[in-house]
């Protein structure tokens, strides 16, 4: 393996075995940007797996982020985030984010940001993806990375003529973005220590599709002993993902959309046009109350072995220190913001649950979502019973299945609504964000915040950030101001709620948990 160079005296400057970055310092904090993990991905090394960075001569220069992965773009962002990545994007994308108190060797604990974002959006250098305000308050060294999203990431193309054998187990036929990531990890364990950092205390963390991207990179066999821990937000575990064959179905449905026939006219198009087909791809995959996700992981066997949802169960995955949560409703992210959700009825989404649960059972399972929240609207039982079924109720059964193998998780749900919207998006997927990176001048543009008591805002904010500093330096959320938080497992079933009022409680997520309780013959 390649070791990194000593530090120089000049801070802003380390060297590599690829070649010497000059940062910057901000804010106190040494930063290093668009440093290359990879090599670029482009010509016929499109959908291809990620390969290292032939390197540079000289100094390269690390204050400017890189461009973005290509993605949809929409002027003035939407009305929940106010946009999740913006221009300019490129395919040479694969790059990452170093924020260090100090180049030097102090060996502090590394933290690996993966951004989320549906599959198709996000971008590593968003500002409220900042790792300074962790970096100061916490000592710690953090990384966040792009990887390839979208078509560029996400297509599954199926065995390439030339590139795979016939039975199509080349690991470059699915799930670029793993290899993208794998890349990035490989990076920073053979990397971190010219930045500070130690490289035997790497806690990968990441939000919605970060987190499931961080679950397969933990169960990823060419990552053992390269985690020491991990924290999941929001993971949207329930998550039927495909395998080869089924995927290629929606694949055909995409090449038709770009106007190509087959993969090498797919790979002669300007990336523009491959963005621009996975809008379509959006509006043919949609079903009414789901989630849409017109890319995702696939299953082939040999880059993702299993669903992430299962990889902490397994193998030396199994021994990671494990922090999981989500928002109270998640779902409002997504729905509560549509007025033609807002006409739902009754009828429709008891249609909607019997798809999950059943003709026969589902009116009384309605009857038990609208009881759970007096006054509920059928959008208000949807939204609820999608929050569930997507996110809630795989974490539950993630930590219920870890405390069975004596390898508990910290499991957490946030529940402080927000104001904004006359209070209709509650405490939807992402809003947490903010208050983790406690950082929410770099969240300005966000509508979601509006309305926030700033009081309640910071106090919180304070508790959960330095809770998240505490878990990565240890392996335990505890600090001097938070409640005493115990892991969960079976029968207390400890979670932690993140309100305007901090406390641990037994069977937060009860009612949900026995509602979905697998039937029994």
Not at 242 to 252: C, I, W
Not at 355 to 365: D, L, M, Q, S
Not at 482 to 504: C, E, G, K, N
Request: proline share 10%.
């Amino acid at each position: 393996m390649a070791q990194a160079h000593p530090p120089r005296e000049d801070g802003t400057v380390v060297d590599l075995p690829a070649g010497s970055l000059r940062g910057a310092i901000e804010g106190g904090i040494a930063v290093f940007r668009a440093v290359p993990y990879a090599a670029p991905p482009v010509g016929d090394h499109r959908w291809r797996p990620a390969r290292p960075h032939p390197g540079w001569s000289g100094v390269r220069d690390a204050t400017a982020d890189g461009p973005s992965a290509p993605q949809m773009y929409q002027e003035g962002g939407d009305p929940v985030l106010g946009g999740h990545g913006s221009p300019p994007f490129d395919e040479d994308c694969l790059t990452l984010n170093v924020w260090t108190p100090a180049a030097d060797d102090a060996r502090r604990p590394v933290l690996l940001w993966i951004h989320g974002g549906g599959f198709v959006s996000g971008s590593g250098s968003l500002p409220g993806y900042s790792g300074e305000t962790f970096a100061r308050d916490g000592d710690l060294v953090v990384v966040s990375i792009n990887y390839r999203i979208g078509p560029l990431g996400y297509l599954y193309l199926g065995p390439q003529d030339g590139t795979s054998d016939p039975g199509g187990d080349d690991p470059g036929d699915a799930n670029h973005w793993l290899t993208d990531q794998l890349a990035a990890l490989r990076w920073v364990h053979e990397n971190i220590a010219a930045f500070g950092g130690d490289p035997d205390r790497i806690t990968v963390a990441g939000q919605s599709g970060g987190a499931v991207s961080t679950a397969a990179l933990a169960g990823h066999p060419e990552a053992r002993g390269l985690i020491r821990r991990v924290i999941l937000q929001s993971p949207p575990f329930g998550l039927d993902l495909p395998d080869p064959a089924t995927y290629l179905e929606r694949t055909a449905a995409y090449l038709e959309l770009a106007g190509v026939k087959d993969a090498e006219e797919l790979r002669a198009l300007p990336w523009p046009a491959l963005i621009g087909a996975g809008g379509g791809l959006f509006a043919q995959t949609m079903r009414w109350g789901y989630w849409p996700t017109p890319f995702l992981p696939v299953i082939d066997g040999t880059t993702l072995l299993r669903h992430p949802a299962q990889s902490l169960l397994h193998g030396a995955a199994a021994d990671l220190d494990v922090m999981i949560g989500w928002t109270r409703e998640e779902a409002n992210f997504g729905f509560a913001l549509d007025e033609g959700y807002a006409a739902a009825t009754p009828e429709q989404v008891t249609s909607r649950i019997a798809e999950t649960f059943g003709a026969e059972a589902a009116p009384g399972v309605y009857a038990a979502y609208a009881a759970g929240r007096p006054g509920a609207r059928p959008a208000d039982v949807l939204m609820d019973l999608i929050t569930d079924e997507l996110f809630r109720i795989p974490s539950v059964r993630l930590a219920e299945e870890r405390a069975a193998l004596g390898r508990p998780v910290w499991a957490y749900q946030f529940d402080l609504p927000t104001p904004a919207y006359e209070g209709r998006l509650g405490a939807a997927h992402c809003l947490e964000l903010p208050f983790v990176f406690d950082n929410f001048d770099q969240w300005s543009h966000a509508p979601f915040l509006a309305g926030l008591d700033p009081a309640v805002r910071d106090g919180l904010a304070h508790a959960m950030h330095q809770a998240w500093i505490a878990f990565v330096r240890t392996g335990d959320p505890n600090h001097p101001d938070l409640p005493h938080w115990q892991p969960y497992d079976t029968p207390a079933r400890t979670t932690m709620r993140f309100d305007s009022v901090i406390a641990p409680l037994g069977d937060l997520a009860g009612t949900s948990r026995l509602l979905h309780r697998p039937t029994r013959p």
